[in-house]
């Protein structure tokens, strides 16, 4: 039985990887949140899940020194530890770090992959969907709020619950590499909102482009997001 360690357990995303485990035959996950003792939860797992890192963009634009200190500076500690012991790490990073280098949330992002260099892996993230979670423009086109980008931004919104099984199928089976995951296709934000027939307004210049290179036949279509806009849809009315 192989020993899982999640850092950041609770997450949108850990909490989905935890699932997903506590759901396997052959592995076993130990969570790790805010204030363990991390050293020792490190040197019992076998693999290790770094999905610790502060996921919001405002806030890093905010507050730079605090996003630094919440995942360049904890990605270097995390990744020196699991050196120590000799463990393997995954990485879960951002498109950002690709995407998005003229932001601090992406520099970021992509001084967490720096420090980790060719000897972990990474995986990076884009915009995903969940049947119990709306967040960021999705929840704001959703209840008819502004949005602060330009309409024309396009993402390539995959299931999280999708991301999760494949985080622990890289990790199982993967000594290093970057990978970067999300549906087959694109959508906008014009294109959500007139699915949802939202009344939001788009008020930023900032077009934000979140889409996944590397994509794999097994990737879903990005028509499952669309299916999935429908069904939010009726359950609204």
């Excluded at 995303?13 to 050293?39: F, H, P, T």
């Excluded at 919440?70 to 879960?92: A, D, G, M, P």
Aim: hydrophobic content about 35%; aromatic content about 10%.
């Amino acid at each position: 039985m192989k020993l899982i360690l999640v850092i950041g357990a609770k997450g949108f995303v850990g909490s989905e990887i935890v699932k997903q485990i506590n759901l396997s035959s052959n592995l076993e996950v130990i969570e790790a949140v805010r204030g363990d003792d991390l050293e020792k939860k490190i040197k019992l797992s076998d693999y290790v899940i770094h999905t610790a890192n502060s996921p919001s963009r405002y806030k890093a634009q905010l507050n730079p020194e605090n996003d630094f200190a919440e995942s360049v500076e904890k990605t270097n500690n995390i990744y020196s530890l699991c050196e120590k012991y000799s463990k393997r790490l995954t990485l879960i990073s951002s498109i950002s770090a690709r995407a998005q280098l003229d932001t601090v949330y992406g520099m970021n992002r992509r001084s967490c992959e720096y420090i980790i260099g060719n000897k972990s892996i990474v995986i990076r993230l884009g915009y995903m969907f969940s049947s119990y979670n709306l967040y960021g423009a999705l929840r704001s086109i959703y209840e008819n709020k502004d949005v602060y980008l330009d309409e024309s931004s396009s993402y390539s919104f995959s299931d999280v619950s999708w991301n999760a099984q494949k985080i622990i199928e890289i990790t199982e089976n993967q000594d290093s590499g970057i990978y970067e995951l999300g549906a087959r296709g694109d959508i906008t934000l014009r294109q959500i909102s007139n699915i949802l027939g939202s009344y939001s307004k788009f008020k930023g210049n900032t077009k934000d482009v979140q889409i996944a290179n590397y994509i794999g036949n097994d990737n879903p279509a990005i028509r499952d997001f669309r299916d999935y806009l429908e069904t939010i849809k009726r359950n609204k009315k």
